[in-house]
């Protein structure tokens, strides 16, 4: 899932300047994330409300990323995006993106910033697990992502940081190649860690994979 | 190789190799290098300068080994894989050896966000062993990562590695170092060694897989100036591990710099006598004055074979 964190009041604020402001939620991410589904959308209607913000109106996108899903939806929404100055998208960097391809009148404010591709461990709770590299290799490392989860993106790691199972960068961090190695122990498959990971093809990340 | 390194004679020597590192300036004045490079001259084989080391902006490795250069001495190079992609890794590497360089010591970094740009973007296009084995294709087969051929000048290099056989897991650390070997080093400078307990199982476990034979080990020393850093290197700094001991050692000393002195001396008498350690890398923070008193006292000068 696309893991995103609502902007501070404060920042939404400065972008919105003034408004009305149009709101944007979504069925999906967002609204798992507790960031833009229907109850996070209604609270920040209130929040702007508060801030003499005037709020022509609000839809919960179905989900956001979806092009033609958009374009019906907020076509039924038509009156109250006329007469908004911004629109505000509880959504992630996607759907900002394509709301601003549907809606042309206004002014397009992201209202969260798009994290990661994560887990969900327990509500609130929220863990990097891929970084959409093109070219998934996890089947090497006992189905754990060294790319996404180590720091330096080791794959012939661990490096000489790690101590008691923590990452060097923080405690809070688990090194994932200290997983790695437990999990691949347990298995007894430690062998695999003693080949040379060549250098991953990059290529496969960026310009190969821009449309499909 | 086309001629050796001085650094590289010592080792194919057999004879006990000294290396040591000079920490470059926050700037661009080269006298800090000079200056100490003046004090250390005749007192190591070869001397490292770091590469931005805990992702603090200093002058470059590379640029520092050219003062070294210009003042005759043999310099060891370090590149960190945290701030350049492979590119410019594998330019870095020519651009080096075409001014002279001859060692270089290659590592992945430490992490960016221990720095004083703790937001810039961390590169780790390759890491530490992916970038050795690149480095040797080139010096040995003549060609680049791509697999396209190198035109004009394999470089010559004496290639590095560190190793840290203190960190976790454990059971893993000769593996990685077997793994480093394999890629291509030629010589290890390990992390600092404090506990010589563990010191000690990881280098049997290295000599019963014969590595000390593929590869030549030099142990860390790094002099403890204060109890203050003691204990900054103890809690604070990942990888390391000072022992009880060596602690307590510290918190009782009258003199801290003169039990930190006696420490290090400890250290390397103790080192020399394991086998399949072919030499020691001093580590002096901000302390790189003292390192010709822990050359002469532990019998390690005149640096016999060096040719300066």
Redesign the interface.
């Given at each position: 899932m696309i893991i995103t964190r609502q902007k501070n009041l404060e920042d939404i604020l400065c972008s919105i300047e003034k408004g009305p402001v149009f709101l944007v939620g979504c069925s999906e991410c967002a609204t798992l994330c507790h960031t833009g589904g229907e109850e996070e959308v209604l609270d920040m209607k209130k929040a702007l409300e508060k801030k003499n913000i005037t709020v022509s109106g609000w839809v919960i996108l179905d989900p956001a990323c979806h092009f033609l899903n958009d374009k019906r939806l907020l076509k039924s929404h038509k009156d109250e995006i006329s007469k908004a100055k911004k629109i505000l998208v509880l959504a992630c960097g996607n759907g900002v993106q394509t709301v601003s391809e549907i809606i042309e009148s206004a002014d397009i404010i992201p209202g969260t910033d798009t994290l990661f591709l994560g887990e969900i461990k327990r509500l609130g709770d929220f863990e990097k697990r891929c970084s959409l590299c093109g070219d998934c290799i996890q089947d090497l490392f006992g189905a754990l992502c060294p790319i996404a989860r180590c720091?330096?993106?080791?794959?012939?790691?661990?490096?000489?940081?790690?101590?008691?199972?923590k990452c060097?960068?923080s405690t809070d961090l688990e090194?994932i190649w200290?997983v790695i190695?437990?999990r691949l122990k347990e298995k007894g498959q430690?062998e695999r860690?003693?080949e040379?990971?060549?250098?991953?093809d990059?290529s496969k990340s960026t310009e190969m994979r821009r449309i499909l | 190789m086309n001629s050796l390194s001085n650094l590289q004679k010592v080792l194919a020597e057999g004879k006990f190799a000294v290396t040591a590192e000079i920490g470059p300036p926050k700037g661009s004045d080269p006298n800090k290098i000079i200056d100490k490079a003046d004090v250390l001259k005749g007192y190591a084989d070869a001397f490292n300068i770091t590469d931005n080391q805990t992702a603090v902006v200093r002058l470059s490795s590379m640029g520092g080994c050219f003062i070294l250069l210009k003042m005759e001495l043999e310099p060891i190079m370090q590149i960190s894989?945290?701030d350049r992609n492979?590119i410019a890794l594998q330019s870095d590497v020519l651009g080096a050896c075409a001014n002279g360089v001859r060692n270089i010591l290659f590592i992945?970094?430490?992490?960016q966000?221990?720095g004083n740009h703790p937001d810039a973007k961390?590169v780790?296009?390759?890491?530490?062993?992916?970038l050795i084995?690149?480095v040797k294709d080139m010096r040995d087969s003549g060609i680049f990562?791509s697999g396209d051929k190198i035109l004009s000048g394999n470089p010559d290099v004496f290639i590095g590695a560190?190793?840290?056989p203190?960190?976790?897991?454990f059971e893993?650390r000769v593996?990685?170092l077997?793994?480093k070997i394999?890629?291509g080093s030629d010589f290890i400078q390990t992390?600092s060694v404090f506990n010589l307990d563990k010191f000690n199982a990881w280098m049997d476990e290295v000599c019963s897989r014969n590595l000390d034979k593929k590869v030549h080990i030099l142990a860390g020393i790094t002099p403890l100036k204060s109890l203050k850093m003691t204990e900054r290197m103890k809690f604070f700094v990942?990888?390391v591990d000072i022992p009880n001991d060596v602690y307590d050692r510290m918190k009782k000393a009258g003199d801290p710099k003169k039990e930190g002195f006696s420490i290090a001396c400890d250290l390397i008498n103790a080192v020399k006598k394991i086998k399949g350690v072919h030499g020691i890398h001093i580590t002096a923070l901000f302390w790189e004055d003292i390192i010709p008193n822990l050359v002469k006292d532990t019998d390690l000068y005149p640096r016999s074979n060096s040719v300066y």
């Open positions: 720091p330096k993106e080791m794959l012939n790691g661990p490096c000489g940081g790690a101590i008691d199972g060097e960068i090194c200290d190695y437990k430690l860690l003693k040379i990971k060549k250098p991953k990059w | 894989c945290r492979r992945t970094g430490d992490h966000s221990f961390g780790y296009d390759l890491d530490s062993i992916q084995s690149i990562q560190a190793a840290n203190f960190a976790d897991p893993f593996d990685r077997e793994k394999k890629a992390q990942p990888g």
